[in-house]
Structure formats: structure tokens, C-alpha cells
């Protein structure tokens, strides 16, 4: 069955105070979708919402994915639908190495009776390493412990890459790369554009879009997407800024108090 996934009114809010008001996106497979916006409209919120972080509370919408809505699963369920967040800042997790962690999260995509033979799996895990230019001593390291912001970046799209999701999520995988690691970035998700996977990447900047062409730009503000268009909409943005979106839509004050 083709990906599917269709956010339909989502509203969501953090310590009673409403950050999404109202957000409509339908992403198929094979489509990359790029989120932007000046800082504090919600983009950030909208990632962590449809992952389930227990911070933000989804007050209204579905978030229908191949036929399921996720809203009504937990984190775990919703990794095992086949939807995945590449984080902004991933935590370091002491005492648990990168391959330890990566092989479980693996096979628990894979279930019970399917397990990955531990050849197999180191295999496929330095296969996907040498694509992305990574040390293969990070596979012994414990998980983005003593990583740089690079390095951190590399290793979420790496779980990507193993994890094979249905609609993936990259929430400024941009920040804080230089040119070579946000080309290695950007190669690792063109390598996985397939028509039974969807992108929604996040983004503040113009030129993680000069790696990976999308194919649908939206424009966020006030908590709800406003504006839509090609790649060109990015290019306009880069070289304009967002003034002109606030003037022909009446927005006075466009932030909601989250990124």
C-alpha cells in the first residue's frame, strides 16, 4: 500500500496556551514536504505533536498514516506504524552504545520471531555508516555521548536509514552542519526518497533546500500553515524574508510563543 499520511485540523497546546491552531498537510509517498517560518509559530511543536512528547497536549485533529491515526497511539506504537522524528538537539544516552541501541530498535520494528542476525545487522550498519561518512568506532560509542552537533545529525539520519519509516520527520536536521556534513546529511535522505516514503522537513533556512529538492513549501505562522507553493516559495523566502507573506495576509503579530 502507497504512504499516506493526513494531518486534519490539529490543534495542540503546552501549558493550557494554544501553539496549533488549526494545521492541514497531506503527504504521499515519494513527496517531500518543507515547513517554514519565523521562529516561535510552532514548527518544532508540530514535530514533537505528532511524536507524542508528553509535553504538548493535542486538543483536537487526527493524524491518519496508511489508515491508522497515530494521535491515538503511544510513542512506541507510533514508531511501529512506520513514522519517524529526526530531532533537533538528540539526547545522549550513556551506558548504551550505538550499535546496542540501534540493533534493538531494529528489531523491534521487525517483531518477535523476525529478529536481525547479528551479522546481518553489523553488515547493514556499517554499510549505511560508509554512506554517511562516519567513523566506525561511533558504533561502539554510547549513544551521542561527547558527539558534536554534526556528528548527532549523521547518526539520526543513520537510524532513518536502518529504521526504513513511512513518513519521516526532520526537524532542523540543518542547524548547527557545516557544508560537508549537511551535504552527508542531505545525500543520506536523497538516498531514501522512495515512493512508499514521505519527508516533512523543518526548516529555517534555504539551503538545506539547495541538497534535497522539495516538492511542496509551506509557510507557517500563528500556529497554521498559510501559504503554499514549489520550491520557488523558498527562494522567495531566502531572498525576501517573511514581511511580505505578514503584509499580503493582514498577520500584525505571526509569533505563538514556541518554535
Same mark, same amino acid.
Do not use: C
Given at each position: 500500500?502507497?504512504?499516506?499520511?493526513?494531518?486534519?485540523?490539529?490543534?495542540?497546546?503546552?501549558? =493550557?496556551?494554544?501553539?496549533?491552531?488549526?494545521?492541514?498537510?497531506?503527504?504521499?509517498?515519494?513527496?517531500?514536504?518543507? *515547513?517554514?517560518?519565523?521562529?516561535?509559530?510552532?514548527?518544532?511543536? &508540530?514535530?514533537?505533536?505528532?511524536?507524542? !512528547?508528553?509535553?504538548?497536549?493535542?486538543?483536537?485533529?487526527?493524524?491518519?498514516?496508511?489508515?491508522?491515526? *497515530?494521535?491515538?497511539? =503511544?510513542?512506541?506504537?507510533?514508531?511501529?506504524?512506520?513514522?519517524?522524528?529526526?530531532?533537533?538537539?538528540?539526547?545522549?544516552?550513556?551506558?548504551?552504545?550505538?550499535?546496542?541501541? &540501534?540493533?534493538?530498535?531494529?528489531?523491534?520494528?521487525? =517483531?518477535?520471531?523476525?529478529?536481525?542476525?547479528? *551479522?546481518?545487522?553489523?553488515?547493514?550498519?556499517?554499510?549505511?555508516?560508509?554512506?554517511?561518512?562516519?567513523?566506525?568506532?561511533?558504533?561502539?560509542?554510547?549513544?551521542?555521548?561527547?558527539?558534536?552537533?554534526?556528528?548527532?545529525?549523521?547518526?539520526?539520519? &543513520?537510524?532513518?536509514?536502518? &529504521?526504513?519509516?513511512?513518513?519521516?520527520?526532520?526537524?532542523?536536521?540543518?542547524?548547527?552542519?557545516?557544508?560537508?556534513?549537511?551535504?552527508?546529511?542531505?545525500?543520506?535522505?536523497?538516498?531514501?526518497?522512495?515512493?512508499?516514503?514521505?519527508?516533512?522537513?523543518?526548516? !529555517?533556512?534555504?539551503?538545506?533546500?539547495?541538497?534535497?529538492?522539495?516538492?511542496?513549501? !509551506?509557510?507557517?505562522?500563528?500556529?497554521?500553515?498559510?501559504?503554499?507553493?514549489?520550491?520557488?516559495?523558498?527562494?522567495?523566502?531566502?531572498?525576501?524574508?517573511?514581511?511580505?507573506?505578514?503584509?499580503?495576509?493582514?498577520?500584525?503579530?505571526?509569533?505563538?510563543?514556541?518554535?
Amino acid at each position: 500500500m502507497a504512504t499516506h499520511f493526513v494531518i486534519d485540523g490539529l490543534k495542540a497546546a503546552i501549558d =493550557g496556551k494554544e501553539i496549533l491552531k488549526g494545521i492541514n498537510l497531506e503527504i504521499k509517498g515519494g513527496e517531500i514536504h518543507a *515547513i517554514m517560518g519565523p521562529n516561535g509559530t510552532g514548527k518544532s511543536t &508540530l514535530a514533537s505533536a505528532l511524536m507524542g !512528547h508528553p509535553k504538548y497536549e493535542v486538543t483536537e485533529g487526527t493524524a491518519v498514516l496508511n489508515g491508522d491515526d *497515530i494521535l491515538e497511539m =503511544g510513542v512506541d506504537e507510533r514508531a511501529l506504524a512506520g513514522l519517524f522524528l529526526a530531532m533537533q538537539y538528540p539526547s545522549e544516552i550513556p551506558g548504551v552504545t550505538n550499535s546496542d541501541f &540501534l540493533r534493538s530498535a531494529l528489531n523491534a520494528r521487525r =517483531g518477535e520471531g523476525n529478529e536481525i542476525s547479528l *551479522i546481518k545487522f553489523i553488515r547493514q550498519m556499517e554499510g549505511k555508516m560508509k554512506e554517511l561518512e562516519m567513523n566506525p568506532e561511533f558504533a561502539h560509542r554510547y549513544l551521542n555521548e561527547g558527539f558534536s552537533g554534526g556528528e548527532k545529525k549523521r547518526n539520526e539520519i &543513520l537510524q532513518m536509514m536502518l &529504521l526504513d519509516p513511512k513518513i519521516v520527520v526532520l526537524d532542523e536536521i540543518d542547524s548547527g552542519l557545516d557544508i560537508d556534513a549537511l551535504r552527508i546529511v542531505s545525500n543520506g535522505v536523497n538516498a531514501m526518497r522512495s515512493e512508499d516514503r514521505g519527508f516533512l522537513i523543518i526548516t !529555517h533556512y534555504q539551503r538545506l533546500l539547495n541538497y534535497i529538492t522539495p516538492d511542496f513549501v !509551506h509557510v507557517m505562522m500563528q500556529g497554521r500553515i498559510v501559504k503554499s507553493g514549489g520550491p520557488e516559495l523558498a527562494e522567495r523566502l531566502e531572498n525576501e524574508g517573511y514581511d511580505w507573506v505578514k503584509e499580503e495576509l493582514g498577520i500584525v503579530d505571526e509569533t505563538v510563543g514556541q518554535a
